[in-house]
């Protein structure tokens, strides 16, 4: 067999994905993979039930059905402080994920150099292997997960085409303050680069803490691409919908890259989401209440199983240390990874290993989620309770 591609040999495949199989055969309750055990707004539903008689069926415009467009310009406008034109600003995407790929591949040539923060999302390290360009970390430093403008600078000093910020940042539930922002902003003008963002929690922000678009900070606009998704705020990730907007020169180069990876993302549930894009500010209110309360459940039955864990600031994740059982002599020599999957076996829950996730060697930390029912959320702590045991 002929050889293949260098590139496929640098990195795996998602863990966070290769969790929620190794969960599925042992029946565990997936805490791993981020998404909800729950319907979507019966809105949407109703929308694509009707949708499923009407159409459309057949291709939408490549970059984005017109209405659907629109509706994201409204909604997107209103968060990044301007009015978003939906024919030159906004590409449609086959989800987040491919959102940040376009992003990544429109912006930088082979052999260029791009900053992620690390602790990251898993997929952009794999984006700029992909696109050919060279990632830099930056340290988020737990707990509190600060950074240092510092290294930021270097990064752009070497010649860095762009940054990518995660806010709120999966998987530790950092939320980037205005000031934090203002001084990535500040940096990226400087040294003429883009900032990426994924902002595909911006309604998982907990109070006091608030979520700001990078777009919308002074003169950031047209060094700023802004990647998101519909996945998590509507309850609707296997639709895989999502956009990326910014200036029209990038959009332009985003549109045709775009147009040759998926050609475009499903018209008719493109459609039957419309609805949900128009939902009134109510709507969002209740979205966050709702996960401010399972926050705050699970983290109390953390609390009181003992185990030590981060409060996120935002999203649906939690961090937890484990270094007091891999201390244990059963845990000996164990990587996170097996920690992982004996939970999965022996537990009954799933999780993904923390060094999926960070450039540097943290093998003590994995990353738990809360976007479940109550009921399950109830049961989960219940197994997680007999972790408990091997403390004492």
Not at 35 to 45: C, G, M, Q, R, S
Request: charged letters at 20%; hydrophobic letters at 40%; glycine letters at 8%.
């Amino acid at each position: 067999m002929p050889a293949l591609s260098d590139r496929v040999g640098t990195f795996t495949d998602s863990v966070i994905r290769r969790m929620t199989r190794i969960s599925d055969e042992y029946g565990a309750i997936n805490l791993s993979q981020g998404f909800p055990d729950f319907d979507p707004p019966k809105e949407i539903l109703d929308a694509l039930a009707k949708v499923a008689y009407t159409g459309p069926h057949q291709y939408a415009v490549t970059y984005g059905a017109e209405n659907f467009r629109e509706a994201l310009a409204r909604k997107q406008g209103r968060a990044i402080g301007r009015t978003i034109d939906p024919d030159q600003e906004i590409v449609v995407t086959c989800g987040g994920t491919e959102a940040m790929m376009c992003a990544v591949m429109t912006i930088c040539n082979p052999g260029d150099k791009i900053l992620v923060f690390s602790p990251f999302y898993e997929n952009y390290g794999a984006d700029a292997i992909l696109s050919g360009a060279q990632p830099i970390y930056v340290p988020l430093v737990p707990p509190d997960y600060q950074f240092d403008l510092g290294i930021i600078e270097d990064g752009f000093r070497q010649g860095a085409k762009g940054i990518i910020v995660c806010n709120p940042s999966n998987p530790c539930g950092k939320v980037f303050t205005r000031e934090e922002l203002m001084g990535i902003g500040e940096l990226a003008l400087k040294y003429d680069a883009f900032v990426i963002t994924d902002e595909v929690y911006e309604h998982m922000v907990y109070a006091p803490n608030h979520h700001v678009c990078m777009a919308s900070l002074p003169g950031m606009y047209d060094h700023t691409i802004t990647c998101n998704s519909l996945s998590k705020t509507y309850s609707i990730t296997g639709w895989r919908l999502g956009y990326l907007i910014g200036p029209a020169e990038v959009v332009e180069g985003a549109k045709k890259v775009h147009d040759f990876l998926t050609v475009g993302a499903p018209a008719p549930l493109q459609e039957a989401a419309v609805v949900g894009l128009n939902f009134p500010q109510s709507y969002y209110d209740g979205l966050l209440a709702l996960y401010t309360a399972k926050r705050q459940h699970f983290l109390e039955g953390l609390d009181k199983i003992g185990l030590k864990h981060n409060i996120p600031q935002g999203t649906y994740f939690v961090m937890v240390d484990i270094q007091d059982f891999l201390d244990l002599p059963r845990f000996a020599g164990y990587s996170d990874l097996e920690f992982c999957e004996w939970m999965i076996r022996e537990i009954g829950v799933a999780a993904v290993p923390g060094s999926s996730f960070f450039r540097e060697p943290v093998n003590h930390l994995i990353r738990l989620h809360f976007a479940r029912s109550e009921e399950t959320i109830d049961e989960a702590l219940r197994r997680l309770s007999r972790m408990a045991a091997l403390l004492k």
